[in-house]
């Protein structure tokens, strides 16, 4: 169809740069992740504990079986399985700090058989020949939206999905602020997941397409940097390596579970919203005691664009001064 010329405006978008321009598009990380098992014609996948149920659902939507997987304190692998035919390896890269192992240990040892699930990692580059899915609404403000760079180029071109109906949260958090729209968010996300595979939608392609990647990236890192200086002491992750990145947020581990609460409730008084990542394992009695007890010692904290130096300095404060009377 040629191109329209002329008429009423479209809403006004900046031109960026996509960061990852041969990426395959999605409604959702998970509808690539779908999608590509069904291009392996897998038939066993690999999960860890330590995630979001909604991928081994999706993998058991798609017909595959799904066999769960413990993880160390270092966010690896209790013991790596011998992959039989078919068979396929999801690791995620933990707050994007895992790049080095996945590409020193995992990717020698799986090859094409591992997925790596980057919804937590932007801006970790995928390792040459391995499927990496990203989810880019989780780091910047998209209704949906989901990539995958490596893996069968073959794959069938799905329909776009409809993003139209999807901007209630956030063009009401821009209005009202997050409080009035948290339901309309808590509706979004459950549409979506009965959507159902589809490729991106046009709206959040040119939205993707006009973010400066590069900008948001140094924000992040910059934030990060100066909570690791500030709570470093305070934080329990000592066997992760938290070199400064672009992360999705700060992974603060605090000493107990009495500890987290404390600081969580305090920093909720002040209208400053850690999610609790992930709170389904809470519920499953087949996960082991490390991943339960990292839930609830967990605070993943903001460290993304919206937030300046004085913001970061204001919520370790906070931090700090909730730790010491904890």
């Keep these: 169809m040629v191109e329209a010329m002329g008429g009423f405006f479209e809403l006004e978008l900046r031109r960026g740069q996509h960061p990852y321009p041969h990426a395959r598009a999605y409604n959702l990380a998970r509808s690539a992740f779908q999608a590509l098992l069904l291009a392996q014609q897998a038939r066993r996948v690999w999960i860890p504990h330590f995630i979001c149920s909604v991928m081994p659902d999706a993998a058991r939507a798609v017909d595959v079986e799904v066999v769960r997987y413990g993880m ?3 966010l690896e692998p209790a013991a790596l399985p011998v992959l039989g ?7 995620v890269n933990y707050f994007g700090l895992k790049d080095a192992y996945i590409r020193d240990t995992l990717a020698g040892q799986y090859g ?4 790596v699930d980057n919804s937590q990692a932007l801006f970790c580059a995928p390792v040459d020949g391995i499927p990496t899915l990203y989810s880019p609404r989780k780091f910047v403000g998209v209704p949906d939206g989901g990539w995958r760079v490596n ?56 939205l993707l397409n006009s973010i400066d990647y590069d900008e948001i990236g140094s924000r992040r890192r910059a934030n990060f940097s100066q909570l690791h200086d500030a709570l470093g002491a ?8 938290l070199t400064p990145t672009a992360a999705l947020c700060y992974p603060l581990l605090l000493k107990d579970v009495q500890e987290a609460e404390k600081v969580s409730a ?11 990542y992930w709170r389904d394992v809470l519920s499953d009695s087949n996960v082991p005691t490390l991943e339960q ?7 993943p904290l903001p460290v993304d664009q919206r937030y300046g130096a004085s913001d970061i300095a204001r919520l370790a404060n906070l931090i700090l001064q909730a730790s010491r009377t904890s």
């Design 72 to 74: 160390n304190d270092l």
């Design 85 to 91: 035919p078919r068979e396929v390896f999801l690791y």
């Design 112 to 115: 094409g058989a591992l997925i």
């Design 151 to 206: 893996g069968p180029c073959d794959l069938e071109q799905l329909p776009p999905g409809n993003s139209a109906n999807r901007f209630d949260a956030l063009l009401g958090r821009l209005a009202n602020g997050p409080e009035a729209h948290y339901a309309d968010f808590q509706n979004t996300e459950e549409a979506l997941g009965t959507e159902g595979m589809r490729g991106m939608s046009a709206i959040t392609t040119r």
């Design 234 to 241: 305070l934080n329990t992750f000592k066997a992760l390596d």
């Design 266 to 276: 305090a920093l909720l008084k002040q209208r400053i919203y850690v999610p609790c």
């Design 293 to 299: 007890d990292m839930t609830r010692r967990l605070l």
